[in-house]
């Protein structure tokens, strides 16, 4: 059975509240007319008691009409309930909706700045990755500039080692230089001297040969 809405409902309740009030005025005309028939003959008991019956039938039937009414007016008012509900569940979830979109524009302008951000972060690392590839690139030559030096200098040591045996080879050369210029100075002094004395000897010959250069002149 499907349910009533709320507009039938409420036409139902205001139908049974008019079915009642006449099955009150009903029954209360047909008391009146059941007093007045028993006072007139004993034939009018049966119906008076079919009138009584069917007056305990109309009640039996008008309690149950209360007791549907009474039920409409709680299904009413469960309905009323449950509308309020509804409608403060309504405003709750407008109220989280519009929560969430403002959630969701927070996140949607912090999305941006972090795009932003990468972007700024993408420019810098390719700046970065091309300072890389030069200061590799300079290194590369620096590192040849070493080995180079590197290579010179084993050169260099290599002449300076060389240049040492030389050095030490000429000091060598000198040292004897040096004892055979002594040793001749030696020799010199006495040649100088053998050749003073040997000079003395010829003066004195001449000398002598001179005296005898004068003799024979005389003879």
């Known amino acids: 059975m499907q349910k009533l ?3 039938e409902k409420s036409d139902l309740c205001e ?31 049966i119906l008076e008691t079919n009138a009584v019956r069917q007056l305990e039938s109309l009640r039996s039937f008008h309690n149950i009409e209360r007791s549907a009414v009474k039920k409409l ?11 309020n509900k ?3 569940a309504e405003k709750e979830h407008e109220m989280y909706i519009s929560k969430l ?8 302008e912090e999305i941006k700045i972090l795009n932003a951000t990468m972007l700024q972060n993408e420019k810098k690392k390719l700046s970065l990755d091309t300072s890389l ?17 590197l290579a010179e200098g084993d050169v260099l040591r290599e002449d300076n080692k060389r240049l040492r045996e030389s050095v030490a080879h000429l000091k060598q050369n000198l040292q004897n230089m040096q004892t055979t210029v002594d040793a001749s100075k030696s020799v010199e002094v006495d040649l100088t001297s053998q050749l003073k004395k040997k000079s003395s000897k010829l003066d004195k010959i001449k000398e002598e040969l001179n005296v005898e250069k004068d003799w024979f002149k005389l003879i």
């Open 86 to 88: 509804l409608q403060a």
């Open 101 to 108: 979109e403002d959630q969701i524009r927070q996140l949607n």
């Open 15 to 45: 139908e049974l509240t008019e079915v009642c009030s006449f099955k009150d005025v009903l029954s209360t005309k047909l008391e009146d007319e059941i007093n007045k028939n028993a006072k007139i003959n004993e034939s009018r008991k």
């Open 73 to 83: 007016l709680g299904d009413f008012i469960d309905v009323l309930i449950q509308r």
């Open 5 to 7: 809405s709320v507009k």
């Open 133 to 149: 590839g030069e200061t590799r690139e300079r290194l590369v030559q620096v590192n040849l500039e070493k080995d180079k030096c």
